[in-house]
Each structure stands twice: as structure tokens, then as C-alpha cells.
């Protein structure tokens, strides 16, 4: 009796184990499905390369944007206002800090966005063009002793509201200020490069003067219809990088029709109301790394 218990449960057993190998051997034949891919990226994965177009030089890497942020960090030194000055004149001789002049169009937004360099509210902003009327100087990356590693400038705005006299001290200060490293010029991503802010380029290719392109509220070409929160779509990356591309032409023009140098072989981008979920406004990093570049800071920051 015992003996056929035991035989029956063996070949239960038995079944059992043909029936698992079987099931098996049936699951791992299905087709199995890859999840599609992602059409979006999150906002705070977003890299030079993805807002920005290099073709002459090099997208900063990590290292280079963690140490762009580290000198920019609010201290009890930095950032201070240096001076104020409307005429060119007026300007302090004795400054040996290196400067960069930050220009644009009457509510280009370059206010908001050397806010957001600096990491504090320290420059006037306004709905209403023309408040800026003044250059104004600000010391980053200061030590006690007074020292700063770069000055910023914000120069009054052109175009509406704007004043004739102001303009031609700002292009005093282009022309004459030895300090100048560099003058960043704001573009509007809504309305592209107006005929002022070409005759602009025109004087700087004409005169000489070491310039960029920094497109603003860049938030408005990666998303038409909505304020950009968490995310952007690829389809929206992809727009920007052809903007930029077809803006390259316009800034850096071909020698044969050029009255001089172009800008920087470089555009960048940022979006000083469009906060990613570090904290930190949309593109602001690589804004840091250029004014940097420009004053020759961080030369010896390697690239990993």
C-alpha cells in the first residue's frame, strides 16, 4: 500500500515538472517588447550641447560648470554694485579686474538674466523698457580685501525708450575701456535679431569688439504652447538647435562680406524665468562658464 502511494506521488511529480518546463519554455518564446523611447527630457538633465551651438569651440563639460557656479555663489563679497556711471568719462581708471558688457534690446530680458548669473536680485527689472539708464558695474568672485575675479556690466537698453546720448557712451566705452574682455549680446528667441540689433553687429565687427551671442528666453522656442516646468520635449530641443544654426550665418558672417571679426564661434542660450528643480535658471551655468572664458578664469580647469 505504502509503495503505490509513494509510485503515484512520483508520477505527479513527474507531471508537474513537465508541465513548469513546458509553461516555461512557452513564456520565453513570446516576443518580448522593448518600452518605447522617451520624448522628453527633464529639464535639469539639459546640457550645453542640447542649448547651445559650439562650432568653433568646445561645450563646457561638468567640471568647468561646477566651477563657473562655484565662483558665482553669493557671498558676503559678492556680488557687489562697483559703480554707476552715465558717461564714459565718468568710468573708474583705476580697475584692473577684467569686465564684460552684458547689451541688448529694451526688455530683452538682460536684467532678469544677470540676476540669475549672479544668483541675487541686484539689478533693476522691469515690464517698462528704458529703466536701465546707466552702465552698472558689478564685482563677482570678491575677497575681502576688494579684489573681484570679473565685473559684469549692465549697459542701458536700445531701441524703445532708449536715448541717443546713451548709445554713443556705451559705444565710448566699447571703443575706449581697456578693461573689456568681451561684450555679450542679448537676442530675443521670440523675435530674432531686429535691424538694431544688426547695426549693433555691424559696429562690432566694424570696430573690433570681442563679442558673443546669448539668445534669451530660450523657455519660449522650447515650448510654444505651455511654461516649461519639469520637462521639455526632443521636438523642442530640436527647434532651438535649428534656430541657432540658422542664426550662425547672421553673427558670424563670411569674410568676403564682413567688415571685420564676427562674434564667437559660440551661441548660448538661457531662460532667466524658467527655473530647472535644482534651483537653478534654465542655461544659466553656461553663461557663467563664458563670462569666465572671456576674462580667462578657469583656464587650468580640466575638462572630464
Not at 502511494?5 to 513537465?18: E, F, G, H, M, V
Not at 559696429?203 to 505651455?226: C, E, G, T
Request: aromatic share 6%; proline share 6%.
Amino acid at each position: 500500500m505504502t509503495s503505490m502511494l509513494l509510485s503515484r506521488a512520483a508520477a505527479a511529480t513527474t507531471r508537474l515538472s513537465i508541465s513548469t518546463r513546458a509553461l516555461s519554455s512557452s513564456t520565453s518564446s513570446l516576443p518580448t517588447s522593448t518600452p518605447p523611447p522617451s520624448n522628453t527630457r527633464e529639464l535639469k538633465d539639459l546640457t550645453p550641447t542640447d542649448l547651445c551651438y559650439y562650432w568653433d569651440t568646445q561645450p563646457p563639460q561638468p567640471a568647468q560648470l561646477a566651477f563657473a557656479d562655484k565662483i558665482f555663489t553669493p557671498s558676503r563679497h559678492s556680488p557687489i554694485k562697483l559703480w554707476s556711471a552715465s558717461k564714459f568719462r565718468t568710468t573708474p581708471l583705476s580697475s584692473l579686474e577684467p569686465e564684460v558688457a552684458f547689451l541688448g534690446r529694451s526688455n530683452v530680458g538682460k536684467s532678469s538674466l544677470l540676476n540669475a548669473i549672479m544668483g541675487q536680485e541686484i539689478c533693476w527689472t522691469s515690464s517698462r523698457p528704458g529703466r536701465t539708464r546707466e552702465m552698472n558695474a558689478f564685482g563677482i568672485g570678491g575677497t575681502k580685501g576688494g579684489e573681484h575675479k570679473v565685473v559684469l556690466l549692465d549697459m542701458p537698453g536700445y531701441g524703445k525708450a532708449s536715448r541717443s546720448e546713451w548709445g554713443a557712451e556705451i559705444m565710448k566705452y566699447l571703443q575706449g575701456r581697456k578693461q573689456l574682455r568681451r561684450a555679450f549680446l542679448l537676442i530675443d528667441s521670440e523675435h530674432g535679431i531686429k535691424q538694431t540689433d544688426a547695426d549693433i553687429l555691424g559696429l562690432f565687427r566694424r570696430y573690433a569688439i570681442p563679442h558673443q551671442i546669448i539668445v534669451s528666453k530660450v523657455d519660449k522656442v522650447l515650448s510654444k504652447k505651455k511654461k516649461l516646468k519639469f520637462d521639455v520635449s526632443t521636438a523642442g530641443i530640436e527647434r532651438l538647435q535649428s534656430m541657432l544654426r540658422d542664426l550662425k550665418p547672421v553673427v558670424q558672417p563670411d569674410f568676403s562680406v564682413s567688415e571685420g571679426p564676427g562674434a564667437l564661434g559660440e551661441i548660448i542660450t538661457a531662460g532667466a524665468e524658467t527655473l530647472t528643480s535644482t534651483g537653478q535658471a534654465l542655461g544659466v551655468n553656461a553663461v557663467r562658464w563664458a563670462i569666465l572664458s572671456a576674462a580667462g578664469i578657469g583656464e587650468d580647469v580640466v575638462a572630464k
